[in-house]
């Protein structure tokens, strides 16, 4: 924790109040994800409405994501953190209100701005605030409340919904945003970073341009493959639970993810620092890929269970660690739009899971789907492997600790 504690006492307080605003926020997020497939299922969606109307929160987190980074780059990061949690307080409200399946879809875009506007500015304040030598360890460790907040949502819901019902669940949801804003509304920032003379405006580049350059290319590559096997995980490892008739609390699985990502975040960040960003993504990578195998094979409770702690172990080394790449690319002015359109790669993966494999649920089964997103992460392991720097031997030397980031700015 060295790397906090030499902070000043301003950035100390900001960021404390940063991470137990953002642990309610992600308890709040996660609580509803033992929940929500199957309130869909309940209200009369079959599996391809169920994997369209899940894939519509990534909707919504694809139409705001680059739009809050850049409101985030002009007008400061705690806005646009503030706008995140008063969605997520609302959203859930609206759910028991209807089962009309079109307006539970409306409301799922709504919802996914919460996400697309909090994570954003969450992401690019943090990285503003760390010291550049310490920065993925300051990372690390403040994506710790990710973890924590994930573990407990879920088994809090997965506990409550058989004894209080879903609408409660809601409630608890919402109570829990509101947590969240009295604590994040109390962070203190100055303005947002100026750019340098004579740069050129981030926003005159084109939205596929810079997308498409060196810097963000392959990092938003590897958010969508491991964008689409999430969105597998999160919509239907539920009813694959269901329909497989396991004995066990579903919400576990997402807390013994949650338990594993909080280990492997306390420790990466900072032996990123030192030993480099790309044996640790790869880590990751391998880790997701393996966890979706494990799945597709799984018939048991133990087994369940043992894939979440390695989904865990492969999300909380690989996401953290590419928002950590990214902001190392990425001058302070730009780096809420740059970390918005690389973090949007993960919200196209969501997306395109929900619409597309619903339909490929009732064609093969919730188990062959598992197999199919470990697929999506192979692709994606070859990409880093072969395309993370200016040419394969150069990407292979990074992939394995063995070369240097060659987009890195200097620090």
Request: one cysteine or more.
């Amino acid at each position: 924790m060295s790397a906090i504690a030499n902070l000043s006492p301003t950035n100390r307080r900001n960021l404390q109040f940063m991470f137990f605003g953002a642990l309610l926020f992600w308890a709040c997020m996660a609580a509803m994800l033992p929940v929500m497939s199957v309130y869909l299922q309940g209200s009369g969606a079959n599996n391809q409405q169920v994997g369209w109307i899940m894939g519509a929160f990534a909707v919504g987190l694809l139409a705001f994501r680059s739009r809050m980074g850049l409101l985030a780059d002009r007008k400061g990061r705690r806005g646009v953190m503030l706008i995140g949690i008063t969605v997520a307080a609302i959203a859930p409200l609206c759910y028991p209100l209807t089962n009309n399946l079109l307006l539970l879809t409306a409301i799922r875009v709504f919802h996914g701005l919460s996400i697309a506007a909090y994570t954003t500015g969450y992401s690019a304040l943090v990285a503003d605030l760390a010291p550049p030598e310490s920065r993925g360890e300051v990372i690390g460790y403040m994506s710790l409340s990710n973890p924590i907040g994930m573990a407990i949502g879920p088994a809090l819901s997965g506990y409550l919904q058989p004894i209080v019902g879903d609408a409660k669940v809601f409630y608890l949801c919402s109570a829990l945003a509101l947590g969240s804003l009295l604590l994040s509304s109390r962070i203190r920032t100055g303005p947002p970073p100026q750019k340098p003379e004579g740069f050129e405006e981030v926003e005159t580049v084109g939205l596929w341009a810079l997308v498409s350059g060196d810097r963000l290319r392959i990092p938003t590559l590897n958010m969508l493959t491991v964008g689409l096997a999430f969105g597998i995980l999160s919509t239907f490892v539920p009813l694959f639970v269901r329909e497989m008739k396991i004995d066990v609390n579903v919400g576990l699985f997402y807390t013994m993810a949650a338990v594993s990502s909080f280990g492997s975040r306390f420790i990466v960040g900072k032996a990123s620092d030192r030993y480099g960003r790309g044996p640790f993504l790869m880590l990751g990578l391998v880790c997701y890929c393996a966890a979706m195998v494990l799945l597709w094979r799984a018939d048991t409770a133990f087994e369940i269970l043992f894939a979440g702690l390695v989904e865990g172990f492969g999300g909380g080394t690989f996401l953290p660690l590419t928002i950590a790449l990214v902001s190392d690319r990425a001058y302070p002015h730009e780096r809420g739009r740059m970390l918005g359109l690389c973090i949007g790669g993960f919200d196209l993966g969501i997306a395109l899971s929900g619409a597309m494999l619903g339909q490929v649920a009732d064609w093969l089964g919730y188990r062959m789907l598992f197999g199919v997103a470990a697929g999506f992460v192979l692709v994606g392991i070859v990409v880093f492997l072969t395309l993370s720097s200016k040419d394969v031997r150069s990407s292979m030397r990074f992939a394995m600790g063995r070369g240097r980031d060659l987009y890195a700015l200097p620090r």
